[in-house]
């Protein structure tokens, strides 16, 4: 199969490629590096790596000429607070990068896996946890909204020119290599500064609650994504496991050895109380489940801060 990752050599791309290199698949990442970047992958070889923004005209030009059986879509703009301060810019990357991408898709029939969001359904009732696939989209941030546009968009391309997808809905994923600046960054910042022997801080009282999945696990499920027949419909890829950060943090103190005694502030405006996913979908349609516990994780994200 040829496939092709937007968005690459970025943290989730970077665990994905790991992933595809052991198989048969002929890949080509396309990155503009703007918060990956080629030091992220492997440095042998493998694979081809194309430094472009997924924006251009020439994006679409060399997507149609390659000739890609399956597109994975990661590249975007991650930020909800930057997607707050810039909206147009949100949706410069977000809707019209991924309309460059979806129209070249269409021309070379490739089928689209799309790395959507928890973010999609905004804040959800207690009662109704965990989430499912069919609950209501009620987005929150810009972020939110242009993921949930881009879904939209996908089932109107299969409608009107029988583009193929599986839309992922991605709980906070963590591991090495991750940012602390977009989704999900809370244990990239925590370790981070463990590893430097510096504070945690705890917005709130460390009882609010997070579904985290190891980023080695959300590129199983998008493997998996690319060959099922389970197609043109969404999945949660998700632990279906709530952790609060008081847990977080007793964990990250023993996997590091560390005393972590964390500062409390005052809760963040806008920050949900409790989240977990429901991955009974892609566990019967993919085939799927996570694999690595939060201790093995953890243990290998903080082994990776440390060596950085
Ligand atoms: N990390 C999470 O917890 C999480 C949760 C839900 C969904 N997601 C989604 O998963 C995908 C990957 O996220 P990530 O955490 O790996 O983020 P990331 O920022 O590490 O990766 C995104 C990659 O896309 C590239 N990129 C950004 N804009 C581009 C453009 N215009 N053209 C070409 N390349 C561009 C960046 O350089 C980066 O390498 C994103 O679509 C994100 O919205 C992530």
């Known amino acids: 199969m040829r496939g092709l990752i937007t968005g690459g050599a970025g943290f989730i791309g970077s665990h994905l490629v790991r992933q595809l290199l052991q198989t048969d698949h002929q890949l080509v990442v396309m990155d503009n590096a703007i918060t990956g970047g080629r030091h992220y992958l492997p440095a042998g070889g493998g694979f081809t790596c194309w430094q472009q923004d997924i924006r251009d005209a020439t994006a679409k030009k060399k997507i149609q000429q390659e000739k890609f059986d399956v597109i ?19 949706a410069s990357e977000n809707i019209m990068g991924t309309l460059n991408v979806l129209e070249a898709a269409r021309q070379c ?26 609950h209501e989209l009620s987005p929150q941030s810009f972020y939110g ?8 968009y996908l089932a109107l391309y299969h409608q009107h020119y029988g583009l193929d997808y599986v839309i992922c809905r991605f709980a906070n994923v963590y591991g090495e290599r991750q940012g602390d600046k977009g989704e999900g ?4 910042i925590f370790a981070k500064r463990i590893a430097a022997g510096k504070d945690i801080t705890i917005y709130g009282d ?41 847990d977080l943090v007793r964990i990250m103190s023993e ?13 963040r405006e806008g920050d949900i109380y409790r989240s977990m996913l429901s991955n009974q979908k892609a566990k019967a349609g993919l085939g799927w489940e996570p694999q690595v516990s939060l201790e093995d994780g953890l243990r290998r994200t903080m082994d990776y801060f440390r060596g950085i």
């Open 145 to 152: 909204l242009t993921k949930v546009g881009v879904e939209k």
């Open 206 to 246: 460390g009882t609010q609650t997070r579904d985290f999945v190891y980023a080695g696990d959300i590129a199983r499920g998008i493997c998996k994504a690319m060959t099922t027949e389970n197609v043109n419909t969404v999945y949660n890829l998700s632990t279906q496991t709530e952790t609060s950060l008081l």
């Open 72 to 90: 994975i879509h990661l590249a975007a703009q991650t930020m909800v607070d930057a997607s707050i301060k810039d909206p147009v810019f949100d």
């Open 109 to 134: 029939g490739a089928r689209v896996i799309f790395a959507s969001t928890a973010a999609a359904y905004g804040d959800v009732v207690e009662n109704e946890l965990p989430v499912l696939e069919s």
């Open 185 to 188: 960054g809370v244990i990239s």
């Open 255 to 267: 996997v590091s050895g560390c005393e972590i005694t964390p500062k409390f502030w005052p809760v």
